[in-house]
């Protein structure tokens, strides 16, 4: 497990499964899972929130997932 801060409440959370997930304050929005598929929450957040999904992912348009199954994703 490593925990790197990237930005103002913006912290990459590296899991010992290779799952990278992007947190927006406390809360994972996004993850770029083990086996390289990108994922996000549907949840609709703040407009700082999507401005750090959108940062962090770069361009690379991830799979939506619905929030339980964003969570189950990235256990």
Not at 22 to 33: D, F, G, N, Q, W
Request: with cysteine; charged share 20%.
């Amino acid at each position: 497990m490593k925990i790197k801060s990237i930005a103002s409440n913006m912290v990459e959370y590296y899991d010992c499964k290779g799952n990278v997930v992007l947190y927006s304050y406390e809360t994972p929005v996004a993850a770029i899972l083990a086996n390289n598929n990108v994922i996000k929450d549907e949840t609709k957040y703040s407009v700082t929130t999507s401005k750090h999904i959108n940062k962090w992912l770069g361009g690379v348009t991830p799979d939506v997932l619905t929030h339980k199954a964003f969570i189950e994703a990235i256990k």
